[in-house]
């Protein structure tokens, strides 16, 4: 943990505000192009990505790089990129710290006119999240959170539900075809309701404020889904973990799919034992 006294800035304070302001730039951009939105593509059968995609992507990377030509970074739309010295020479090896960036996850519900997506920062150093911010330009919302600072909702502390009973859960749940019909009953017999929101890093971040309960999604999450949100998750009090108990972040793994479970933790153990 660090230490504050006088004089004494917390830690990532610049970075922190840095992405703040980034994110909320880019949910302007979002939100003035929705009725405009240029052009559709399928990245596979069942993803698209906009022309908004690409320019609050653009926005964003242009953004971080100026501000942090050390950091390398990594976003949905580009892939990975190394770091750019203030010279403009590219570094070879890999950088000690990485943006990594959603610039706008819910784009199925942003392209069918649903108001459910968000924009995602978080910087990643040593494997580990230290800056985390989701930006819901619809609400105007934006969580935060520092590796060693609490969870915030627009500048105010949240903590997650503190519900005794697992009966009253209401949980943000995707299950892949091969947990549907395994663990979609045994999940709807133990909770209140499930709902599936459409955006991954806003659902896992709502769990820090408790509108969600617990987020439970079984494939098909990538670092830059839950980077920033997870890290807001875990500082806000949840327990945020893979499935198969890794830390929610692993660099190391790439672009691999995998899910992730996030509760208090007075539940987590049954919820992961119900999903399976």
């Known amino acids: 943990m660090s230490s504050s006294g006088p004089g004494r800035a917390e830690p990532y304070t610049v970075e922190l505000a840095a992405a703040t302001e980034i994110a909320v730039r880019a949910g302007r951009l979002i939100l003035e192009r929705a009725d405009r939105i240029e052009r559709i593509d399928y990245k596979g059968a069942r993803d698209v990505v906009t022309d908004v995609d690409h320019r609050s992507e653009a926005l964003i990377l242009e953004e971080l790089r100026r501000r942090f030509p050390d950091d390398a970074q990594l976003a949905e739309?580009?892939?990975?990129?190394?770091?750019?010295?203030?010279?403009?020479?590219?570094?070879?090896?890999?950088?000690?710290?990485?943006?990594?960036?959603?610039?706008?996850?819910g784009t199925i519900n942003y392209a069918n006119r649903i108001p459910i997506y968000c924009v995602s920062i978080a910087l990643v150093a040593a494997d580990r999240p230290v800056v985390g911010v989701v930006h819901d330009p619809v609400r105007g919302e934006t969580f935060s959170a520092t590796a060693d600072g609490p969870a915030r909702l627009n500048g105010l502390p949240i903590v997650p539900s503190s519900k005794p009973v697992l009966l009253d859960f209401v949980i943000a749940l995707t299950l892949d075809r091969n947990r549907l019909a395994s663990a979609g009953p045994a999940l709807a017999d133990a909770t209140r309701v499930q709902r599936r929101l459409g955006s991954s890093a806003l659902a896992l971040a709502w769990v820090g404020c408790g509108r969600f309960d617990a987020f439970v999604q079984t494939g098909n999450l990538s670092a830059w889904d839950v980077a920033a949100a997870g890290l807001i998750a875990e500082r806000a009090g949840a327990q945020v973990r893979r499935l198969d108990g890794g830390p929610y972040l692993d660099m190391s793994l790439g672009t691999s799919r995998y899910g992730v479970l996030a509760a208090p933790e007075r539940h987590f153990a049954e919820l992961r034992r119900l999903v399976g």
Not at 77 to 105: I, K, N, Q
């Open 77 to 105: 739309e580009s892939g990975l990129a190394a770091p750019v010295a203030a010279g403009g020479t590219d570094h070879t090896g890999s950088a000690e710290r990485t943006w990594v960036v959603d610039p706008l996850d």
